[in-house]
């Protein structure tokens, strides 16, 4: 790899901002999607894997209508703001009524089928209600303004609602479900909560004075319409690869199978939201110096660098400690899934790679690259599941999805090279790299300890040799900061 220069003094202001949204925006989410992780835990812990398969079933099938259902304002209305905030009152009227049509349509297009899979023999009734009922939930997309707070750089809004939704959601769950015929009510839940998020939303903006509403007027968003659908169809086709075998597993096996699986894709999905929460933070910092080579270019390298000190820790002190965190969360029904986290995990580091890149995509106004780079990973992730599932089962699935993200990662710095983004150097991975070395070593040659004493330890000896090495930052006044 290629050396990076060092990093102008100017490039600070940025780098500090990113950084300051992305800790507001990724502690409230982090925060938020614990909560709505328990929920989902208390399901598997107390109904086991099929109530739990068949509640992310569901979740796995309407990703696909609530990116649908987002189109694609998530990532371009976010830069749309970050370079005009007075579109909030000019455009964002009419995305906002453009985008509740688009929902409640998919709401009952959803709620259709979770019947009519029902009707035909496909999906077992308590199934099929679950799928109808979480289409409900599309309702709450269109109107929520979330992407506009972020393309103001203000991500205080976004953690406080998110975290206050995603409670509401638990509280109803943990005092309404009681036995395994009643997780049809926890779609139910999921919805009273997403609604507390958009209105908690909403009013925060009209609260900083803007007179934000919901208009109709097509002809005014066609244009950011017609821009946004490649985002639209990468998403799509992006779902595809973190469901497809989820949905292989549902059919080609059995509920069981399914739920087992999910139970480790979901904290792999929940560490891949971190990821996306940095990357939308960056988004908007990357949009505001697109027209400055070198300040762009340095908040790309900090950024890569930075998501990669985040993503490795993980990677390697999961893979580690698989066992006994399926167990702290789960239960001893669940041990099968440990050996798939472990595999599963070490998606992170390419995925996080591959997010940096995409946004540089993104913010260099390459949509329809974005797209054409996922459709390639689609085909190669369908090829392999089709090859491996089938024989394989969860283990197939598992290194099908590993595959898959690193040819993801490989294409997707490939398509930045040819925007002119230099390739980040060494220098600022070897620290991270160092670091997760120690920290490996103490994991495994710690005494037998509680999992989360153990994790904690992990933790620690990783941040104090990265601090010794030089990536952390510390200043009077101010919390520690990456400087990797």
């Known amino acids: 790899m290629a050396a990076v220069e060092p990093r102008p003094a100017h490039d600070d202001g940025a780098e500090k901002k990113v950084a300051r949204n992305f800790f507001a925006l990724a502690s409230g989410d982090a925060l938020a999607r614990v909560v ?20 992310l079933f569901a979740s796995a099938v309407l990703l696909y209508f609530q990116n649908l259902s ?15 905030v007075a579109r909030i009152e000019s455009v964002a009227p009419a995305i906002l009524g453009a985008r509740v049509v688009v929902s409640c349509t998919l709401a009952v297009l959803v709620f259709g089928l979770g019947q009519g899979l029902t009707h035909f023999g496909a999906l077992p009734a308590v199934d099929g209600w679950v799928l109808s009922f979480y289409g409900l939930t599309l309702i709450a997309i269109g109107p929520n303004t979330k992407w506009i707070h972020l393309g103001l750089q203000d991500s205080r809004p976004v953690a406080v609602a998110r975290t206050a939704g995603e409670s509401l959601y638990l509280l109803l769950t943990l005092t309404f479900v009681t036995q395994a015929t009643q997780i049809t009510r926890v779609p139910l839940f999921q919805l009273c909560g997403d609604v507390l998020i ?25 244009p950011i319409f017609a821009r946004s659908w490649p985002l639209v169809a990468n998403v799509l086709l992006g779902l595809t690869i973190y469901n497809s075998d989820l949905i292989f597993l549902r059919f080609l096996r059995d509920r069981d199978t399914s739920g087992k699986y999910a139970a480790a894709y979901q904290l792999i999905s929940f560490l891949i939201n971190l990821a996306a929460a940095y990357s939308l933070s960056f988004l908007a910092g990357l949009s505001r110096v697109q027209h400055d080579r070198e300040r762009r270019n340095g ?7 930075t998501m990669f000190a985040l993503a490795l820790p993980i990677a390697v002190g999961a893979s580690l400690l698989a066992p006994q ?31 940096v890149d995409l946004i540089a995509l993104v913010a260099g106004g390459r ?89 904690a330890l992990g933790a620690a000896v990783y941040a104090l040799v990265l601090a010794a090495l030089g990536g952390v930052r510390f200043a009077r006044g101010s919390l520690p900061a990456l400087r990797v």
Request: glycine share 6%; hydrophobic share 60%.
């Open 198 to 222: 958009a209105t908690t939303l909403f009013v925060w903006l009209r609260a900083k004075g803007f007179r934000i509403r919901i208009a109709f007027d097509w002809q005014l968003v066609k």
């Open 36 to 55: 709505a992780f328990l929920a989902g835990a208390y399901v598997a812990r107390e109904f086991g894997p099929g109530a739990f398969g068949a509640m």
């Open 299 to 305: 908040l790309y390298h900090t950024a890569a660098a």
């Open 70 to 84: 987002e189109c694609g304002i998530d990532l371009l209305g976010i830069r749309h703001i970050s370079e005009d």
């Open 325 to 355: 965190i399926i167990e702290l969360v789960y239960k001893d029904h669940f041990a099968e899934a440990a050996p798939i986290l472990a595999v599963l995990v070490w998606t992170m580091p390419f995925t996080v790679s591959k997010e």
């Open 367 to 455: 949509e329809k690259t974005v797209m054409q780079m996922t459709a390639w990973a689609v085909a190669f992730n369908f090829v392999l599941n089709v090859a491996l599932i089938p024989p394989f089962g969860m283990w197939g699935a598992a290194w099908a999805t590993l595959a898959t993200e690193a040819i993801r990662a490989v294409i997707a710095a490939w398509c930045a090279r040819k925007l002119d983004y230099p390739l980040t150097g060494l220098a600022r991975f070897w620290k991270s790299g160092a670091a997760a070395a120690a920290m490996a070593l103490a994991i495994r040659f710690a005494p037998g300890m509680h999992v989360l004493v153990t994790i």
